[in-house]
């Protein structure tokens, strides 16, 4: 199969570093200019506080990437920054193409959105025209222009369910975990593609054994991009949004959270009263037992939001063509969403 994936190389974690009064000072000249370009900051969970307070405090939004598309589409403001990686970017410029969208950092990739060039992933279709093209919302706008339909992460098994129902074999990609689990739960024929989260991939499911001994109370909560092991020690497996909603619903004073510790922000305001545990992600002598921040999401800072407004940098651009091509595979989606009454809000992504 997809046996030429490229090797990617995963930079190290460098988070901004600023004094109260860098941030401050930086703060207040953001403000400034989201209001003098008619811009909005809309934020991933799994970028810093910093970033997420500020698109809080501004009107703008922090949530999944879906999400973030969405909120920036439906804003009036004709500058939209994007605090997140790449994809996310091009994903709110297919859906709003009059608008301008920069980014802090067009180096912000997404290992998932590497591992799947286009060009080798057509000529993967290309080999199995027979099958229907799925693929997750982290790819390129190149890559969703090939497929039939582009999914999120909370919606993945009921649009396999459905097409395994209709007779259809499936083409999957990006993510080989987060493909398994959803051929597991519809049993769909399924052809992987072989990509993978390097933070999801990490947690270990003997580790979280272990501290789940230590807090026996804890619900565990599980991103679908980690590996099948860690994903059967689930109480609720979920997107985003979706585990952020759960440790409100959940009666559980305690949670051992699998996904990148940038959403510790909002799920401890969602539920201030409980305990939030991160998921161990180092093995035997690891000198990092618990860390999965994403550092590509770290590339972003107030210091490079601040460089995109006042210079333009960073703007991204979609071919009108590609764009086209890709906005009808996230339509099919949002159709599918609406025929079976689910709402934009239960669409969460990573
Ligand atoms: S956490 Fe994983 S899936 Fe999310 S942007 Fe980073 S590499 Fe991609």
Not at 84 to 92: D, I, L, P, S
Request: with cysteine; proline share 5%; hydrophobic share 45%.
């Amino acid at each position: 199969m997809n046996d030429t994936l490229p090797v990617i190389a995963i930079p190290p974690v460098v988070e901004e570093s600023l004094t109260d009064a860098e941030r401050a000072d930086l703060t207040a000249r953001i403000k400034a200019q989201l209001i003098a370009q008619d811009a909005v900051l809309v934020a991933h969970y799994y970028t810093s506080a910093d970033l997420q307070r500020l698109a809080e405090e501004t009107g703008g939004c922090v949530s999944d990437s879906l999400e973030m598309a969405r909120f920036g589409h439906a804003a009036k403001a004709k500058t939209l920054i994007v605090a997140g990686v790449r994809f996310m970017g091009e994903t709110a410029k297919i859906l709003s193409p009059e608008k301008r969208v920069l980014m802090p950092d067009l180096g912000a990739e997404c290992s998932l959105d590497l591992s799947c060039p286009a060009d080798k992933f057509a000529a993967f279709c290309d080999q199995h025209p027979e099958r229907t093209v799925v693929v997750y919302a982290n790819t390129s706008a190149a890559v969703k222009a090939r497929a039939d339909w582009m999914v999120t992460s909370s919606i993945a098994v009921r649009v396999v369910a459905h097409l395994h129902a209709q007779g259809k074999k499936i083409l999957w990609a990006p993510d080989r975990f987060l493909g398994d689990y959803v051929q597991r739960q519809t049993g769909a024929d399924m052809l992987l593609w072989q990509g993978a989260c390097v933070i999801h991939e990490r947690f270990k499911a003997d580790g979280i054994r272990a501290l789940h001994r230590q807090h026996p109370e804890a619900a565990i909560l599980v991103h679908p991009e980690s590996p099948f092991e860690v994903i059967a020690l689930a109480d609720r497996v979920g997107s985003t949004t979706q585990l952020i909603r759960a440790v409100t619903e959940m009666p559980n004073p305690t949670f051992i959270v699998a996904t990148d510790n940038g959403i510790f922000y909002k799920m401890q305001a969602a539920a201030p009263g409980k305990l939030l545990l991160e998921a161990p992600t180092g093995g035997v002598g690891a000198t990092c037992v618990s860390c999965a921040h994403c550092p590509w999401m770290a590339m972003n800072g107030l210091r490079k939001v601040l460089h995109a407004l006042e210079t333009g940098a960073n703007e991204i651009h979609i071919d009108p063509a590609t764009g086209q091509r890709a906005i009808h595979a996230i339509n099919r989606m949002l159709s599918f969403a609406g025929q079976t009454g689910i709402t934009l809000a239960g669409l969460s992504a990573d």
